[in-house]
Nanobody, 117 residues
Framework: QVQLVESGGGLVQPGGSLRLSCVAS????????MGWYRRAPGKQRELVAT???????NYADSVKGRFTISRDNAKNTVYLQMNSLKPDDTAVYYC???????????WGQGTQVTVSS
């Protein structure tokens, strides 16, 4: 069973930055594909950034050039560096993991990001 715990959300002014972290446990980190999704108020959950099965990265058009996903296998952690934040980035951000082989999907509890002046 994979457990995911996010942290790093908060309130930030437009143009500011935040870094989200997601620590995974209960699995071999190298055997899971990690990503970030978000759900804005009144909207469906959407992909923000993920690692592909080949190890490359994939971003939503709305965050390209502003957000960067990275991972530290030694710390079982995936990060989302968010720069030049906009009010439209306000959402609950969820860490996502997909197990290789079984393709089971796991979600973290979410962390709130609010971009407002």
């Amino acid at each position: 069973q994979v457990q995911l715990v996010e942290s790093g959300g908060g309130l930030v002014q437009p143009g500011g930055s935040l870094r989200l972290s997601c620590v995974a446990s209960g699995t071999i980190f190298s055997k899971i594909r990690m990503g970030w999704y978000r759900r804005a108020p009144g909207k469906q959950r959407e992909l923000v950034a993920t690692f592909t099965s080949g190890g490359s990265t994939n971003y939503a058009d709305s965050v390209k050039g502003r957000f960067t996903i990275s991972r530290d296998n030694a710390k079982n952690t995936v990060y989302l560096q968010m720069n030049s934040l906009k009010p439209d980035d306000t959402a609950v951000y969820y860490c996502n993991a997909v197990e290789s082989g079984s393709l089971k999907i796991y979600w973290g509890q979410g962390t709130q990001v609010t971009v407002s002046s």
